[in-house]
């Protein structure tokens, strides 16, 4: 079946809204997410119930012909499989819309596509495990793509399949405008509980003619480097080719400041009964005061997440309105905190803290939308051990070194703003239209600066190597995404 397309002169956006549902539509979404969890478990119990009967078999000495014949792990081979499956292993499947199921089917097809892909080396990035069974402390989601799915004349509730209207925390108004005018379509609608308890719905729409608005003051630097740290005075430096500073967010290190009330709390939930008993090693039911108190323990993280989401959509959305080119790093956020264990523990807290990745990621699509250009550094440019002046690289440089000196012009700079300037010199190239179009989001600065010859000082960069990435093939064999191992 062909993918959807969005139209020309149209762009993908998703709009939020928290929910405040009935007691009866509590108890639905529960269900409905239960349904899902349900689904999934079920079908991946059976495609390893048929991949351990194949490889028994086999160890028989059977040929592949006479074999248990294979459960393909397609979405639509999945879903066939559980309908004739579900009136006997799910009696109350009624009760529930088919996308509850549909959710589960869907999330199990793309996580054994996404291990087979990586076992056969077509998937780039850490090995994928094998998908595992889903628990009842999991996420509830569920994700609806036909049925009856609009928001109603009062902008104050949405109509969902099998929910009916759900009352919002918000208003609706925003979306509703554009739908009614035609500029907008909604597409599907995902709802989700948080950590807190709290169910949200978001609504995957496309919208029409979407562009910078018109009261948005420009600003007079159309290209901005914007370096990103984890320090509590700059979270992110924005800083201009010829040097400028123009501006410099501080971090709200709101996980940190959550800690002193996350530990008082954590101490009283190890005191309670708890799920689980240590002494005979097997699970309990957990008392009504350990719930209650990891309920405030949830609450406690998203209003630490939803303080550092705040901050990050307003910065972001400032830059991708006020300028034209906007010059971020790539890093690997990841693998920044893979390593250390309790040695840099609160290192790890603080990057952590500091979501260094949403940065790059919410410019992506903010950049689009409002015609600005994405230029992405590549992940090995020197642009903390470039001295802005010279162009020379410092190699001895170590975290510790907040202050930059060059050894060789004896420039003193601020580390990260002489990190954002380098950065904003590799965007002066797309503002004359030597790059691709906007948003595409270049990579600019491939590789490493040669430390024995001086760079140009005017975009920072040096003579590029590049550096191929392998990935192992499993020799045992190979895998397909609608079956099992060969």
């Known amino acids: 079946m062909a993918r959807f397309e969005i139209p020309q002169g149209w762009t993908a956006q998703a709009y939020r809204f928290a929910l405040d549902p009935r007691p009866t539509q509590l108890r639905a979404l529960a269900s409905h997410a239960g349904a899902a969890r349900f689904a999934h478990n079920h079908m991946l119990a059976l495609v390893k119930a048929v991949m351990d009967q194949r490889a028994a078999e086999r160890s028989y000495g059977v040929t592949e012909s006479e074999l248990t014949p294979v459960l393909g792990w397609s979405l639509p081979a999945l879903r066939k499989a559980w309908n004739q499956r579900k009136d006997w292993c799910a009696p109350w499947w009624g009760e529930n819309s088919k996308e509850a199921y549909n959710t589960g089917l869907d999330g199990l097809a793309r996580g054994l596509d996404a ?84 169910w949200y719905c978001a609504l995957h729409t496309i919208v029409e003619a979407k562009a910078r608005p018109a009261h948005v003051r420009r600003s007079a630097h159309p290209v901005v480097g914007v370096d990103v740290g984890v320090k509590a005075d700059s979270l992110l430096v924005i800083a201009t080719p010829d040097g400028t500073e123009i501006d410099r967010i501080p971090a709200p290190k709101s996980l940190s400041a959550a800690q002193s009330r996350l530990r008082a709390l954590q101490r009283g939930a190890a005191r309670q009964h708890g799920p689980y008993d240590p002494a005979t090693k097997t699970r309990r039911a957990p008392s009504a005061r350990w719930r209650a108190t990891q309920a405030r323990i949830g609450r406690t ?35 920044m905190r893979t390593k250390g264990g309790a040695y840099k523990r609160g290192l790890n807290r603080a990057l952590a803290d500091a979501a260094l990745a949403e940065v790059r990621r919410m410019l992506g699509y903010k950049t689009r939308w409002y015609g600005a250009h994405l230029v992405e550094a590549d992940r090995h440019f020197p642009s903390s051990k470039t001295c802005t002046a010279c162009g020379r690289r410092k190699p001895n440089l170590t975290l510790a070194d907040r202050v930059f000196t060059c050894d060789d012009c004896g420039v003193r700079i601020d580390r990260d703003l002489g990190a954002a300037i380098n950065l904003a010199r590799l965007g002066v190239p797309t503002l004359v239209g030597d790059q691709s179009p906007a948003g595409s989001g270049p990579v600019a600065g491939r590789g490493a600066t ?3 010859e001086p760079a140009p000082a005017g975009n920072a960069a040096g003579d590029e190597t590049s550096t191929p990435h392998h990935h192992p093939v499993d020799q045992t064999g190979t895998a397909s995404p609608r079956g099992e191992a060969a």
């Open 115 to 198: 291990w087979s892909s990586s076992r056969c080396g077509r998937r780039a990035g850490k090995p994928v495990g094998f998908p595992r069974f889903k628990t009842a402390r999991a996420p509830r989601s569920v994700r609806f793509t036909t049925g009856v799915i609009r928001i109603e004349a009062d902008r104050r509730h949405i109509s969902l399949p099998r929910l009916g209207a759900v009352r919002t925390h918000e208003s609706t108004r925003k979306l509703a405008r554009r739908v009614e005018a035609g500029s907008a379509r909604i597409l599907s609608a995902t709802v989700r509980q948080d950590s807190a308890g709290r």
């Open 301 to 335: 993280h998203a209003h630490a997440a939803a303080v550092r989401r705040d901050v990050l959509h307003k910065a972001t959305t400032t830059l991708a309105q006020q300028h034209d080119v906007v010059v971020v790093e790539t890093l690997n956020a990841a693998g």
């Open 450 to 452: 040669r430390e024995t």
